[in-house]
């Protein structure tokens, strides 16, 4: 079967950074396909390849790339190019399959999907077609919009046919956590709340906001990382044991996880200071956020989970923090040995680290934490496939194990929603520091941050 990649948002931020080196990449692996990068910006495929393909790309991957220039505001002209450029590359009766990949605003979908359905009844006539169509996160504004988004789709597509990207799905760590969890018994049978005393999550980000800003400030982190990224992995961290590893079991207990978390029982918000300082006007929206909450099912309820994700800071820190329940203190009554931990670090280094008390040389039954730790690169080597390589490479094959389904992500805005009101307190807090609330909630909670 031919598989033509029609690149919507072609010259924009995420097709250059993450998505063509990812095509690439598959490419130079073998799989073969077709791309066509739509966009208005530049008018050549010259002008387009200088600005947006790395120079050093393979002359193989340039001979399967094309661009067009594309006015979504102009839809005869824009249909009939696309159309007859797919006419082009296809021979009469042949099996095709077009990936639709709409790395654009939301609110250009409704154009988009018009435009698909005019260009798809015109290559149809030609072959037999199968089509997909992939939408980044975050998916909607809201609850509500996401559903008016989804409808959209639906006039186009079946859900089968649909990919809601997630691209932290398609990271090594994500999937590592699966089989930690669900391929070691000694694990399985310490991870709940008999066990677990807490788990932290910090996404410390370095960067800031910087030329995202347009998109950004209607977005802010809620909607960026949490209703997403951090969701997901939560999901990954609490769910009950699939049946099996396959992506309808595993989608199965997400779901679980999702509707047995309420909404945060706390949450701060903060922007940097010099967030959009140069655009002009007054941006207030949140780059930063700490939160609590917790799964409230059998397993993992009482489990408190904190939060604290953004940007602006002074490392980049990305790690799970599963602290275990100390009663050993207590039965040996001896206030010096320390927590037993799980810690997954993903940044800077993709380590997990089993964290135990041993002998200190010297001493008379003393003993002193010391780390067991894997370390991905050096026992696999550095060439873990980046997320976005897995995930197109799993919309290639057809396989959805790496996308959250509509109803996950309906559950995720249902839990963050209360948190997306104006009415919270935004503390301005300089770059390059923790806002104040992060260590207020710690202290507040009794805990102290890991990093
Ligand atoms: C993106 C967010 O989805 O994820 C960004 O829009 C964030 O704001 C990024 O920086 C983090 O992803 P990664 O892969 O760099 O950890």
Redesign the pocket.
Known sequence: MKQIIIQFGGTGDLAQK?LYPAYENLQGEGYDFILIALGRRFATKEDFLEAMVRPEASKAFLDILDYLQYDMSDEQGATDLLSSHLSSLVQEGEDVSIIYYMALQPSLYEDAIRQIQIVDSVISKKVNLAKKIVV???FGFDSETAKRYNNILLKAFSDEEIYRV???LG?EFMQNLLLLRFHNDIIRMIWDNRSIDSIQII?D?T?G?DQ?LG??EK?G?VR??IQ??ILQIITYLTMSDPTTLTPEDIAAEKAKVLRAISPPEEFYTGRYESLGAGSGHIVNTPTYAALKLSVNNYYMADIPIYIRTG?MQKEAK?LIYVKFKNKTQKVMNDSRIEDNSVIIT??PELTIDIVMNLKEPKTSWKSKPVRFRFNQAETFGANTPE?YEQIVQKILKGDKSLFPSMSEICESWRIVEPMLTEEYHMEVYPIRTLPRFANEMAQKNNFTWFA
Request: positive net charge.
């Open positions: 993450k980044e996160k975050p997630d691209h932290y990271k996404f980000e960067h906001v995202r998109f950004y977005i982190v960026d990382t997403n990224h940007k990305s993903i940044h997320a």
